[in-house]
């Protein structure tokens, strides 16, 4: 209970400390921020919903950096000052390493559908929900494989889409260790 208490209020600290970074304009570090408190989140199999509007908030972080930027880039003197400026902006983004200033918006989407498909699949839309759990495959590196696969093949299996749920399970039995190989087959 203790360890909880502690990491809560470390997730606490460090959302203050990205509201900090965000007062200050220092937005990139403010995602940075928001999107490593999403990950960490992810490894304590936290809500969901939680984990997606981190990401966007995350993403709302690096589209105001974007903004800012160009604004100031249209405040310059003449248009080659712009085209300078924007181009600085977009290699500094895309030779960074993290990921969330690459693609902000892309953990926020896998987070949406992964949420959008349990839901479906509570309201009996399985035809639906096996759609939203297929196009959740695009997004393996947001979200564990083996979340995304048991989606696929529990909706495939009531939507009796049977050849795909057939699929799903080859892949979880490729992923997992004996134990969970076994019980996949």
Known sequence: MQQYAQDLLSKNRRLEAAELYRKANRNTEAAKL?????????????????????????????????????????TGQGGNTTKTLDSLITSDINTSSDKILNNPWRGAEAWHFFILCQKQLYAGQFRAALKTALRLTEYELEIEAKKIYSLVALAAYYNKS????????????????????????
């Open 34 to 74: 928001l999107s490593q408190i999403a990950n960490d989140l992810i490894d304590r199999e936290s809500k969901p919903i939680y984990i997606k509007k981190l990401y966007v908030m995350a993403a709302l972080e690096v589209d105001l950096y974007k903004k800012r930027l160009i604004d100031a880039s249209m």
């Open 162 to 185: 049977y050849k795909e749920c057939s699929r799903a399970f080859v892949k979880l039995e490729g992923m997992g260790n004996p134990d969970d190989r076994e019980r996949f087959q």
